[in-house]
């Protein structure tokens, strides 16, 4: 018999399909000993064991079927796997804006690779469309596959391709863009955007997935739907993040780009504007300013584009008893810019101190930000702070260490110069820095607390 058709089966799972005549890609029926199962018989992941056989159900979901439980199994047809949505050439509706769709991969363009059981890139922009035919009816769609990588392969590279081909849009009288991107570093992405692409005439929209789309709780369809409406229809000409608002499908939240940080691995409303409230509540249908100053539209306005990287910088997140070969192997290694990542108001310990003036002199730039997320950057309460500062280091105030390492980077890349870099990296663009937190701006719920639990009844659905 082909062993092609048992794909990653082996051992005691293949010796099962194999006596009831059961292959990979059969719709099947099982009897366990733990009740009856139907659905599709999928491949094995290479590294996996051999006492499951693998179930998709027709609910969407699969399940593991331990060998010792099955009673008996039979097929009833056999169903060839399609590997591949079919691209389908996208309407044009007269009327509608017009909206660039520009591709780099990530879980909102992916499938399951049965191969090794992860989830891989695969869906083309265009192949975007055709699993959500709902996007003609927000705006006219055309796609570009720019990139195909998860969102961790992302690099400076590719934050410049990026930026020359929003500049390459724009040009063509484009109403707006969207980025389909991985929310892994999507926030990383986001503010090397902001950074290379300013005085921005119409929308720039990243937008993810945290589940991918061949799943039934899958959020791409959604998220891409709000991410077109904020282009197509929004007048909030920033480089904006969409994702869920909430664990359910009620809207979608706008954020600006270099405020917003993933704060949860798993959460389809992972993303949250940190120091900040989020731009927008969004649906297919409406959007909801929450903050009414910002870029607005404006499609005579020239964009300005600053496609810039010196990939010789480093984040430090201080921890306690932080040893200064660790910077001093930075140093060697010639690195020209750090982001300290500091414990409270931005403290590092004072056996850095040497190395941290080694750095200085060396000219490597360096500056402040905080593990707190919420807050701003103090050096002027303890002698701490003022001892980093004589010895180089400058405060960041409260600029995310994410945004804060991407913003050197861009700045090295223009000038080497100290007082330029500095003058650059204290410059707010797009409200890195901001003078104030508002005071609705940090709000962590805490489960068990009286109060938190009569609001989570509140609005828990």
Not at 26 to 36: F, K, P, S, V
Not at 115 to 124: D, E, K, N
Request: aromatic share 8%.
């Amino acid at each position: 018999m082909n062993e092609d058709i048992f794909q990653g089966y082996k051992g005691k799972a293949l010796e099962v399909l194999k006596k009831y005549n059961v292959q990979v890609w059969d719709d099947a029926d099982i009897e366990t000993t733990r009740g009856h199962f139907s659905g599709k018989i999928l491949p094995r992941a290479e590294n996996t064991d051999s006492l499951h056989i693998v179930l998709k159900l027709s609910t969407g979901y699969n399940i593991g079927v331990h060998v010792s439980t099955i009673i008996t199994m039979s097929s009833r047809r056999l169903a060839q796997p399609v590997f591949k949505i079919p691209e389908k050439e996208i309407p044009y509706t007269k009327g509608l804006p017009r909206i660039k769709l520009l591709g780099t991969g990530g879980t909102i363009a992916s499938r399951l690779d049965y191969r090794t059981g992860a989830v891989i890139p695969a869906f083309s922009p265009s192949e975007l469309y055709a699993s959500v035919p709902e996007l003609t009816e927000i705006c006219n769609i055309e796609t570009e596959e720019v990139l195909a990588v998860f969102s961790e392969n992302m690099s400076s590279k590719h934050y410049i391709i990026l930026a020359k081909k929003i500049e390459e849009a724009v040009k063509s009288g484009i109403d707006g863009i969207v980025i389909s991107h991985g929310t892994d570093t999507l926030q990383h992405t986001g503010a090397a955007l902001t950074f290379m692409c300013q005085n921005l005439p119409v929308p720039i929209v990243l937008v993810g997935s945290q589940r991918s789309s061949d799943r039934p709780s899958s959020d791409a369809a959604l998220n891409l739907m709000h991410a077109a409406t904020a282009a197509a229809h929004g007048d909030i000409a920033e480089v904006l993040i969409c994702m869920a608002g909430t664990t359910s499908d009620d809207y979608g939240l706008l954020h600006k780009a270099t405020r917003a940080r993933k704060m949860h691995s798993s959460y389809r409303s992972a993303f949250r504007s940190i120091n900040d409230t989020p731009m927008a509540k969004i649906t297919r249908n409406n959007i909801e300013l929450i903050k009414k100053e910002y870029n607005k539209k404006d499609k005579n306005r020239t964009i300005k584009i600053i496609p810039t990287f010196d990939d010789r910088v480093t984040m430090l997140y201080y921890y306690p008893g932080m040893k200064p070969d660790i910077l001093e192997a930075v140093i060697d290694n010639g690195y020209k810019g750090i982001v300290w990542v500091g414990a409270g108001l931005g403290h590092i310990n004072k056996e850095m101190y040497p190395a941290v003036e080694k750095a200085h002199t060396a000219g490597i730039h360096q500056y402040m930000t905080l593990q707190t997320i919420w807050g701003y950057v103090n050096l002027f309460v303890y002698d701490t702070g003022r001892d980093i500062m004589a010895r180089g280091i400058i405060p960041c105030g409260n600029m995310l260490p994410e945004v804060a390492y991407i913003k050197l980077g861009w700045a090295l890349g223009q000038t080497d110069d100290a007082e330029e870099v500095k003058r650059i990296m204290l410059t707010p663009i797009n409200d890195e820095i901001t003078q104030r937190e508002p005071y609705n701006a940090y709000l962590v719920y805490q489960g068990g607390i009286e109060e938190v639990e009569e609001f989570i009844r509140k609005v828990r659905k």
